[in-house]
């Protein structure tokens, strides 16, 4: 059964810094490219950063960039989100999610119960 | 940036009703759409990709349509636990965005 587990948030101050963790069960990780996704509070989903299977290859949302760094060491299973310089905006439940591929496209077939992170001094 | 306009925002309805929610992209996406389910306080769930494939596990009363720039799902008969948010998300380049989303309420 494929099972994500986040960790990590919590409560930082603006300008702080926090890593997430995903942890991943139940299928051939390093198969499979990876997201993170954020819902702030009362608020719809945003995408937030991918990366391959290999890790060689990441992407970001222009709101994140240069502040956010995703990473992922396929030997422990688990995806990671380094997230630097903190504002009240970045304040949301972030989720992982397992790509699927079919029919020539992508989706998020899994996702992990996410982790809030809350920034407020 | 690819952007995505979902209607209406919210929707009231009754159990039993059939219920038609609209996805549009700002520019076309071919068949690269993807629509999730998320209830309050629950991870998302994929509900159809590529426009109008079934995610396995998901009733057959979810049904997506639609190609280009314009995108439906459609639930034919709603049920009790159908009553959720509803996300389309394109697929066809990154960033991979999501519409605002569309609140199904119980009339």
């Known amino acids: 059964e494929v099972q994500l587990v986040e960790s990590g948030g919590g409560l930082v101050q603006p300008g702080g810094s926090l890593r997430l963790s995903c942890a991943a069960f139940?299928?051939?990780?390093?198969?499979?490219?990876m997201s993170w996704v954020r819902q702030a509070p009362g608020k719809g989903l945003e995408w937030v950063s991918s990366?391959?299977?290999?890790?060689?290859?990441?992407y970001y949302a222009d709101s994140v960039k240069g502040r956010f760094t995703i990473s992922r060491d396929n030997s422990k299973n688990t995806l990671y989100l380094q997230v630097n310089s903190l504002s009240a905006e970045d304040t949301a439940v972030y989720y992982c999610?397992?790509?699927?591929?079919?029919?020539?496209?992508?989706?998020?077939?899994?996702w992990g119960q996410g982790t809030l992170v809350t920034v407020s001094s | 940036d690819i952007q995505m306009t979902q209607s209406p925002s919210s929707l009231s309805a009754s159990v039993g009703d059939r219920v038609t929610i609209t996805c549009r992209a700002s520019?076309?996406?071919?068949?690269?759409l993807n629509w999730y389910q998320q209830k309050p306080g629950k991870a998302p769930k994929l509900l159809i990709y590529?426009?109008?494939s079934l995610q396995s596990g998901v009733p057959s009363r979810f049904s997506g349509s639609g190609s280009g720039t314009d995108f439906t799902l459609t639930i034919s008969s709603l049920q009790p636990e159908d009553f959720a948010t509803y996300y389309c998300?394109?697929?066809?380049?990154?960033?991979?965005?999501f519409g605002q989303g569309t609140k199904l309420e119980i009339k």
């Open positions: 590529a426009a109008s």
């Open positions: 139940g299928f051939s990780f390093s198969t499979y490219a």
């Open positions: 999610a397992k790509h699927g591929v079919a029919d020539g496209t992508v989706f998020f077939d899994y």
């Open positions: 520019q076309s996406i071919s068949s690269y």
């Open positions: 998300q394109q697929s066809y380049r990154i960033p991979r965005a």
């Open positions: 990366i391959s299977g290999s890790g060689d290859s990441t």
